[in-house]
């Protein structure tokens, strides 16, 4: 089960990739909770507690945006056995490594937002279509695993822990 702490943007990658890749070892169930990283991890564990054994592993999908406490949230996933893809600053990020490197500090979404638009003209957090990342998706995770130490990416800005996620959705 994946939890993504926004309304539409991860989930809508989240399933394409899932179409995608069309794994029929895995099955990814895709629950949205727009609201803070700590939240969601309680959220999350809720679920999990509700569904039993249903699910192999439960992952959390968040930014750092505006949070302040990232680090214990990621720290309480640890002790309840959540993994997380935490991207930092934002899920955009992870959209831009599909495309090129990206090593530079970014505050802000709307900082990263012109590095997105060069590659996808019309990008619309509302409306991602998987179509536009259908082909970066393994660059990617490879230009974001040497962003930053697997677990350590609310800590260094810019990094994704998204990779993480896909390579397990892809059967890696």
């Known amino acids: 089960m994946v939890v993504c702490g926004a309304k539409a943007t991860e989930k809508h990658y989240l399933q394409g990739l899932v179409e995608h890749l069309a794994n029929p070892a895995v099955t990814v169930r895709i629950r949205t909770k727009p609201c803070s990283p700590d939240q969601l991890i309680t959220y999350a564990a809720g679920e999990r507690d509700r569904t039993g054994d249903d699910f192999d592993q439960i992952w959390c999908v968040f930014d750092v945006d505006e949070y302040k406490k990232i680090a214990c949230a990621v720290s309480r996933a640890r002790r309840e056995g959540i993994e997380v893809a935490v991207s930092n600053p934002c899920f955009e990020l992870w959209l ?13 979404y709307r900082e990263l937002l012109p590095y997105l638009k060069r590659h996808v003209p019309d ?40 990779w993480a996620l896909v390579e397990r959705i892809a059967g890696r």
């Open 96 to 108: 831009v490594l599909h495309f090129c490197d990206h090593k530079a500090h970014v505050g802000t």
């Open 123 to 162: 990008y619309d957090k509302a409306r991602l279509d998987f179509r536009d990342y259908e082909h970066g998706w393994s660059s990617a995770g490879g230009r974001a695993a040497d962003l930053a130490k697997p677990g350590q990416e609310h800590a260094k800005n810019p990094s994704t822990g998204v």
